[in-house]
Structures are given as C-alpha cells and as structure tokens.
C-alpha cells in the first residue's frame, strides 16, 4: 500500500531535506539544478525544526519516509553514475511492472461474465446426482394409455 | 631456503634491510605481472564502508621493478634501533613497516601453498618451514616498529606525534597493528595470537634501546627514567585515524595521474606537507573525492598525524552523497519513488503556469 503524502508532509520533509543538504560536498550538491533547491526552500515547513545529529550515521537519523524517498531520488537523478542508474531503472521497470501486471489480473473487467458462467457450471455439476430424462409430450401420452389399460 | 633458527633479538638496521629485500624478492618472484595487478586493482572496488579508491593507480612502467626499487631504496642505514639521527630512524620505521607487511604476506603464500594436492611432502615440510620463520620475522618486525616509533615519538621533537599509527580491531574483531606510512599508504597486519609477546618484546626493545642512548649520551637518565615508568600505557597507543584500506594492497611510493591532476588543479604541487591547511583539506572534498580517497591522497602526500585526524574529522561532519543516496534506495520501492515523482513534477508544472500567468 502506498502512502498519500499531504503537502504539509512534503513541507516537513524539504525542511529535513535542505538540513542534510548542508553536510553534502558542493560538487555533489552542484550537480543538482539551482530551481529543485529554490523549490525546495520556497516550499519548507517554516515553523518545523530539524537538527541533524551529526554524531550518528544516516542510517539512525530521525528523518520521515517521504524525505528518504526524496533523497532516493536525488540519488538516482543526479548522483548515481551511469552503470548505477541503468541498473536501477531496470530494477524499477521490472519492480513496476510486477505490480501493475498482479493488479491488473485482480481487477480485470472482461472476463468478469466468464468467471460467472464458470461458476455456475461448477455449481450445477456439484449438486445434480442423478440424470432426470424429460419425457416428450407423446411418451407422455402413451405412459397414461399404458396405466388405464394396467399394462405397466 | 629462509633460515628458521632465528632468535629473539631487535635487529639491526642492516638486518631488517636484508630481510625486506628477501622477501621482496621472493614475492616478486612467486607472483607473475597480472596476478600483482590484478591484486592492487581489486583494491579500488568499494570497501565496507561503501567507497571506491580511484587513486590506486598502477605505473606505466613494470609494476616489478617499481616495487623492487621503493621497497629496497632504503638501504644505507647502518647501527642499532633508536641510536641514529631521527630522518635516519624515521626511515628505518619504513624499512621495518615494509617488511612486517611483506613476511606476513609472504608467510601466507606458503601457507596457502602447502594447502596444495600437488606438492609433494618435501616440499610441504619446506613450504612449512618457510611460514613459520617469514611469521616469526613479521613479529620480529612489529616488535622493532611499535618500540622503534615509541622512541621516535617521544625522544625526538620534530617527529612527536608525526606517524599515525597505533592498535585496532579489524571489522571481524581481530586484533590488528595500522599503520598510515607516510608516502607509501596505509598498512593493517593482524597480529595474530603473538599480540601480549610482541608487546611484552618491543618493551625491553625500548628499555634496551634507551639504555644504549644513555650510553652514547643521547639522553639524561631522568628522561629514560620517565620514558620506561610510562612504557605500560604508552606503548602501543590506540589507533586514531580511518582504517580504509583492510589488505594494504601493495602501497608503492608511485603517484598516479588522477593525484597528480588533482595536486595541480588545488596548486598543491607546490606546497610542502607542513603547508597544507584546513582549506586545502576542505578543497578536496568539494572536488568529488570521497573520505576514503582524501585520505589516502593525505598518506601519500605525507601529511603528519594532526591533519589526518582532521580529515577524519571533517569526513564525520560530511555526508558522502552516494552513500546516503543507496542508503536511502534500499529503504524505498519504485512505486513509493515514482509517485512522489509524479507529484513534485506535477508542482513544478503548476508553478511554471502560474509564474507564465503571472508574467502576463
């Protein structure tokens, strides 16, 4: 299941964002464009406050998800070098593919009816036990002649 | 054949200069050109804290003799452990680093040999032999090094805290002996299960050592009188720089390219080591390099322990951006990244609308 994040969330996570930003190297933070960090900054949470602690590594840091996801992103965009990136696209097409594939099995449309008259079959098969032969209407008529004259 | 009836004395300079060149020799011998490129190479993949190391470099030249020369160049030294000038013992040092790393490398192969199914058991026996003396020469060497840099560091000013070196335990918990030679680079031998016998040794190394520089008049008693008093807690300090480089590789005194650009774009090519300042550290972090090569760029140019320990600290305070970036990717789906794409490019349309609107 895949979170919603509010704009209040992105707010909070471009605060925590821009802190760690600040430990970054000024070539791997040249290497993203001047108009995603402006974005960033007009975007932040004001009035939320966040310390990287610089004493823990970045595995420990108290940050939200949604900021991990932006950094993933950075990453891939922008940091990862080429034989990284190419093989983390594939990884994700394949990953996304997966998912779009069950989903689109579990919520298919056109076989709907086929399900139903499979079902049905199942259902009937199930529970008849013995074979009823329909009588035509002459049988029917000669089955009576038979019984008046005591011939059966 | 190595001589395996070795006893238990400090050597002489003279001494561990004949053995360094043997082992030397023998290792270049037993090794062909590509197994020993293929070994330093292997070196610049990235180590277990997650970084490459693109300044190991190989010589144009035949890796052979590159090695021969800068292991044996060292070879004019003369008189007892301690007792020389300090450019002399600060030397010596090299010669004995060197040569702990050698025999212990060397004393593997023939263990590693002796593993063998096609030896046969002669040749096991002096395969055997062979180990255990190369193994008795490396502690022999580290003895002689960790009393060797005790007497350096605290009889001689100019070199007081110079070398980093010290005690640490490896990643798997093994005791191990690092050392940052300056130059060359950064050297982790194991000490094995010797480690309290070396100690024991390099301290009646240092005692020895000590009463010898009070006979030539080298030092007051007062002074041997305090070193010894102090030798228990002293004697192998804990290490206080950055292991990076676990297998040592084969740190030759050779400078690649990448380092060469690098010195010439920062204008360090014209600096000594006492010269380089926090600013040029701090420079070398802004043009990509990571902690592990800055600071194996700061071995090889020389840099005392001051400044290492700075690197260190200043790598501490940076984030490595490809690190946190993995770290990060291992901690999230594709999904969860392509929806916040979606979303922040998404914003960016709609700011780019607004902005066109507003213009009008």
Redesign the interface.
Known sequence: MIDIYTKEDYAKSYTELIEILKYISKSDLNKIPKDKIKNYIKNKDNDYIYIYDSKKNFENQNISKLTKILIANLYIEYWADEEEKAQIKINDRKEIYDIDNKNAEKYRTDNIFEKKKKRNEENVEETSLTIIKKKNFIQKIIEKIKKKLKLT | MINAKETLVYDSYRNIYMKLQKTTNTFLKVNSIDEIKRFIYIQRKENEDGFKNSLIELPNDDIKSVIKSTYTKIDYLEGTLGTVDATDQFDGITNMALLMLMSNRMSKYYKNRIKSEQLSPEEKDLYHKNEVALLRWKSIAMKDLIASLYILNKTEIEYTDFISYGYRQDNNKKDSFVIDLPYYGQICVHFGKQMQYILMDAKKTVSSILNKKLQLGQISQEDVDKLKQNLDEEILPNYTGKLYEYSSAIPIEYEGDKSKTIKEHLGLNRKLPEDINKSDILNL????LNAREIYYFAIKFGLPKKQLNYIVNIG????D?????????S???????????I??NN??IN?IENDKRGEK
């Open positions: 972090y802004n043009i990509g501490n305070k940076f984030l951006a490809k690190n946190i970036g993995k770290s990060a990717l901690e999230t789906t594709a999904k969860e990244r392509q929806v916040v794409n979303h922040e914003v960016n700011e």
